[in-house]
């Protein structure tokens, strides 16, 4: 008989990179249910499914505005099956009804994805050129998404040699230790230094941190196979900090010459 597995709580780097969503480019809607709410009340139907005609009123109780948006068909049911509304006390109905939260969130925040903006400082991506943040905050955020897109780990490099100049070296170690992404951005500068033949940014990337002490792997690594792979393929510089990926130096160099001219 197969055993059931049980679902694993989602890992710490797994939870590191997902991006961050940010409420202030969301858009607002009015609840159109508001006044309705504040007149009647709510009930929540319980578990399992109601009977034909009528709503089965559940023990269920409300638990804050985010229930707010599954109230149009519990309504809707309510018109049709002709339920007459139930009457609270005053105490109950405070509880019960939302009139100091007149407006609920519509999901349509932007999540902060940096390869807009990279694409926008000459990443070679698959993405519109938009400069939704500065440059050395999408660098610092796309350490994140290295393991799930190998193209921006091939990318950075080359975006940090472009844009040497305008690069702010203090706001990006800053931005880099307030995200906690101090180990990942000095392997990069590291190795951005190394492929280049810049030793400033191998300077720069002295003032952040030690190496980890587990190892990273940036590229797949669910089999042995992979992880074997990977651990032949990295370069010194890289793997003096604590990562491994299945990309050898030479890879970032011919991308750099490529791009580069």
């Known amino acids: 008989m197969k055993k059931i597995r049980k679902q694993r709580e989602p890992s710490r780097a797994s939870l590191r990179e997902m991006p961050e969503v940010d409420l202030k480019d969301g858009r607002w809607r009015p609840n159109p249910y508001a006044a309705r709410i504040a007149a009647e ?31 149009g068909p519990l309504l809707r049911c309510r018109a049709a099956a002709r339920v007459p509304p139930r009457t609270f006390s005053e105490p109950q109905r405070r509880r019960a009804t939302f009139p100091r939260r007149r407006y609920i ?6 999540a902060k994805d940096p390869r ?35 193209t921006v780990l091939l ?64 590229t797949n690594a669910r089999s042995s196979f992979a992880r074997r792979a990977a651990d032949e393929s990295t370069p010194p510089v890289v793997a003096r900090w604590g990562f491994r990926m299945n990309m050898p130096e030479s890879s970032f160099r011919q991308f750099l010459a490529k791009h580069n001219g």
């Open 105 to 110: 969130h519509a999901v349509t925040a932007r």
């Open 116 to 150: 807009p903006t990279l694409t926008a400082y000459g990443a070679p991506l698959f993405f519109l050129a938009k400069r939704d943040m500065t440059l050395e905050e999408a660098v610092v955020r796309s350490l994140r998404i290295l393991r799930r897109d190998p």
């Open 41 to 71: 009340g709510v009930i929540l139907p319980g578990r399992g499914r109601p009977k034909k005609g009528a709503l089965r009123a559940g023990s269920a109780t409300v638990t804050g505005p985010t229930c707010l948006v599954a109230l």
């Open 155 to 218: 990318s950075l490099p080359l975006v940090l040699v472009r844009n040497e100049r305008a690069l702010d070296k203090e706001l990006l170690l800053a931005k880099a230790r307030s995200l906690g992404l101090e180990t990942e951005l000095g392997m990069m500068l590291d190795l951005t230094g190394e492929v280049a033949r810049l030793r400033r940014f191998q300077t720069l990337a002295r003032r952040l941190g030690a190496p980890r002490a587990r190892l990273l792997y940036l």
